[in-house]
């Protein structure tokens, strides 16, 4: 059974900076592509970064340059570090993995319970 368990969230200043933790048990995090999202209040859910089995990342356009996600295998955790935070980064972040382990997942099928990120001005 795979499970994800993210902490890391709070409440910090705009311009502030946030590092996002993701355990991963059921599964070893090096074979797999894995990935955050976040749901701010009243809006869907959305893609915020992608970390390949083969190093690789993607980010979102907006968030590119501000965020950076990686993985420690020995740890089996996903990180996404968040720099020069902004009020409308506010949301709850999730961490997630695919059943499959494409490179590019068309789907991802575990979820973790999330962390609240808020971001006052």
């Known amino acids: 059974q795979v499970q994800l368990v993210e902490s890391g969230g709070g409440l910090v200043q705009a311009g502030g900076s946030l590092r996002l933790s993701c355990v991963v048990s059921g599964r070893l995090i090096m074979t797999y592509t894995m990935g955050w999202f976040r749901q701010a209040p009243g809006k869907e859910r959305e893609f915020v970064a992608r970390?390949?089995?083969?190093?690789?990342?993607y980010y979102a356009g907006s968030l590119k340059g501000r965020f950076t996600i990686s993985r420690d295998s020995a740890k089996n955790t996903v990180y996404l570090q968040m720099n020069n935070l902004k009020p409308e980064d506010t949301a709850l972040y999730y961490c997630a993995a695919p059943a499959s382990s494409a490179l590019i997942p068309q789907q991802y099928d575990y979820w973790g319970q999330g962390t609240q990120v808020t971001v006052s001005a």
């Open positions: 970390s390949t089995r083969s190093g690789n990342t």
